[in-house]
């Protein structure tokens, strides 16, 4: 069982930065994967960035990839998401998602069994 707590959602204007962090809070076990999704309304939740725990590999969605990073930190079980260059468009609900142990595709969403609950983000324009 895992536990995601993200924070560090809000309102910003186009151009600004923000970062999200997730906190993970487990009984047991370890995740193959980690990842950020987010779900524009009237969308389906889209992949944005994820990485294999063990290795540190990560990947990314053409979307943001150069323009958001993600951050782990082991010893806090923490896993953040960068946003720089927030456009309009970036506006959703952005959700942490973990995967239990076995090997799975980092960006299928069906690969994840624990999900955080979202923080929203508004860019305006």
């Known amino acids: 069982q895992v536990r995601l707590v993200e924070s560090g959602g809000g309102l910003v204007q186009t151009g600004d930065s923000l970062r999200l962090d997730c906190i993970a809070s487990?009984?047991?076990?370890?995740?193959?994967?980690m990842a950020w999704f987010r779900h524009i309304p009237g969308k389906e939740r889209e992949f944005l960035a994820g990485?294999?725990?063990?290795?540190?590999?990560?990947y990314w969605a053409d979307d943001v990839r150069g323009r958001f990073a993600i951050s782990r930190d082991k010893a806090k079980d923490t896993f953040s998401l960068q946003m720089n260059s927030l456009e309009p468009e970036d506006t959703a609900i952005y959700y942490c998602?973990?995967?239990?142990?076995?090997?799975?595709?980092?960006?299928?969403?069906?690969?994840?069994?624990?999900w955080g609950q979202g923080a929203h983000v508004v860019v305006s324009s």
């Open positions: 998602a973990a995967s239990g142990p076995d090997q799975v595709p980092v960006s299928d969403r069906g690969s994840y069994a624990y």
């Open positions: 487990r009984r047991t076990g370890k995740s193959y994967a």
């Open positions: 990485l294999i725990d063990a290795d540190g590999l990560t």
